[in-house]
């Protein structure tokens, strides 16, 4: 259950209002969904935007620049990381994921999809960038680089580390909910570790997109049910969108790194349970495992 925090808060400004000329901004999962319509929204005010994923679909979009890649391998978020001119960014957002399929899916380099795709891969990134992010802005920049990172965050998964992997046994669900937990420990970590950046989550709630493919079957009738049932009753992507880029520029943050935020842009509480102790360990496992993944042979 999410709960609020009513200790942040932060002032609406106009959208219509709002302009982005000479923001650099990165979107590692830009090309579709969530991550696409934020992109495409930030470009249309003037920022410039790269966006990172598979498959572009804003070639003919003003502002807008790709960098292909398949963020399931840890060598490919590596090379994405060194591509990022992270030293002139002014915001990064975190969008990729997947849902873990009802069988173990795993990657050519052995780590199970959904855990590369929508944790690991962000967090190999965000370790080689966060040190170097804003170094060369202008000193007239106002606020510290920022940085989002989307998934559930403040719904109570603190995550598992045991069978990190899902080696010895599978569970989609719980290994999404591990994807989860390690997304809001990459916020709590990162706002202690690096003091020059701001560093915030994004809980969108519901929405319709793609997200759901992998585990309900893409196109299938349980698929088209759902999602029709998730549109009727929520905001469209466009519309959170429009809703959250308010606060990606609002200055009320700033002094907040490490906030998450709900679908209404409402600061909500992190999960309790996520230790420092547990933290700690949680992301040890994640370095040991994208280690093990980038020193082996890539196995198909
Ligand atoms: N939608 C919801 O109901 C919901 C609910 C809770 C949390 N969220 C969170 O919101 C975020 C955005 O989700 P979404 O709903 O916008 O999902 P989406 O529509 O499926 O978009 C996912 C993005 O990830 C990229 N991606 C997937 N696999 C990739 C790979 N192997 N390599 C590179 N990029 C890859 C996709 O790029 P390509 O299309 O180019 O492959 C796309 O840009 C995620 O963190 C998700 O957990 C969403």
Known sequence: ????????????????????????????????????????????????????????????????????????????????????????????????????????QATAEGIERDMAVSYLSRYAILRSIAPKLGAQRSAAARMKPRVFIMGYPGSGQIGTFDDFNAEKSYKAMSVHMNTVAGNEMLVLDAAKRYPHATFFGLNPGLIKTNIRDNFLGKHSLKSRLIETLIGWMTPNVDAYAQHIVPLLASPDIEIHSGAMFNQKGRSILPSSGLTNAHVVQFLSASEALIARATSQGVTS
């Open 1 to 104: 259950m999410v709960k609020l925090d009513k200790r942040v808060t932060w002032h609406r400004t106009d959208d219509a209002s709002l302009n982005f000329q000479r923001w650099r901004v990165a979107v590692i999962g830009g090309t579709g969904g969530i991550g696409r319509s934020l992109s495409r929204l930030l470009a249309s005010r003037g920022a410039h935007v790269i966006v990172v994923g598979q498959t572009f679909r804003d070639a003919d979009t003003p502002n807008i620049e790709f960098i292909q890649a398949d963020l399931s391998l840890m060598r490919e978020a590596q090379r994405v990381a060194a591509l990022l001119p992270a030293e002139t960014l002014d915001l990064v957002i975190f969008t990729t994921g997947i849902f873990a399929a009802p069988e173990r």
